[in-house]
């Protein structure tokens, strides 16, 4: 579902086909939007008490961001050839945001590049999430979210090195996570390999020095750095999504790998689920236990491994003694734990559909 203004009565599906939309006015959308945000402030449910106060957290953090941030000098690489086409559908990511969080410059950002582009999605947005069942401003409380995981400083430097090589609207991080930057598909991979090395010594000169040695090193370098911070940043944007997502709205594609628990194991977003039932299905109270504890990027960030799962296997573990006294079997846990959220989704969804009719 994509972020353009919502065209349509809000008892339609997040599947129904455009045909089943209609364009209505500026002020009618402004009136609907809000509506729904007052139809959707109260309704009871711990999930939804735990997210309205992550809305009011962030409201306050939103108010101290620092004012200004070093910015991130743009450099273009070209396709070699015209871009493949990509379904739209699949490239528009599940939850329709105001607001995303940036790894590379640790703010949370508004998206459109116009005021207008940024003044519809203020009117489109909070529809939309209440009819995927999620409450107006879970936009922001993912940035929040994101942000509050995102704990390892040293970090930074690579992700800025990532965000700052662009092809066409994508980052670098976007074209390597599809493995569409080669030496074969791009213009300037070679000042792009040098740029990496550059910046990796500007951060630490003597760890830098073996990418000198030759542009094999570097670019093995720069691939094992992408996968340790891959694996960083995605478990975040993981458990970031998994703590706010109802139950039948699919992950972003890019984290569709958080969805599979394998042949006999539980997927990391039905663990969060169980886990977030013990604790009063409080999002925040979740993400606390990863918060700091998590690992840190190696250093340098393309020594050894990253395993962006370890500090959660160890809250999943500690919790399942109480899950399973609780419950009696894990299965049923999960069972429990979904029909819970599922109710209060339902209940966000209706809400909104007499907010329409009305």
Partial sequence: MGFGIVLCAIGATAQDPPAAKRRLPVGEQRRLADAVIEATKALPGSHLDGVRALIELENRAAASQPGEVRPIRIRELKARSPKPEVDAAAAVPTLPRTVAYSFALRITAPIGRRPTERAELERSVPIELARLGMLPGSDRVLALLEGELDSDPSAVAFARFLDSWRCGDETLYELLDRNACTEQSVMGYQRMIGDFVEQMAAADRELA??????????????????????????????????????????MPRALRHFEDGGA?????????????????????????????????????????????????????????PRMIALGGHTDIWLAKAVAKRAEQVERVRAAAKRASDG
Avoid at 223 to 237: K, P, V
């Fill in 209 to 250: 020095q073996p990418l000198r040695k030759t542009e094999a090193a570097a670019r093995n370098a720069l691939q094992r750095a992408f996968e340790n911070y891959r694996a960083y940043r995605s478990f975040r944007e993981g458990l970031a999504h998994s703590l706010l997502l109802p139950p039948d709205v699919p």
């Fill in 264 to 320: 006999k194991g539980y997927s990391l977003r039905q663990q969060v689920l169980m886990v977030m039932a013990l604790h009063d299905e409080d999002p925040q109270r979740v993400a606390a236990l990863v918060g700091d504890a998590a690992a840190p990027l190696p250093v340098p960030p393309w020594n050894g491994t990253y395993d962006g799962l370890a500090t959660w296997r160890a809250v999943y573990d500690a919790a399942l």
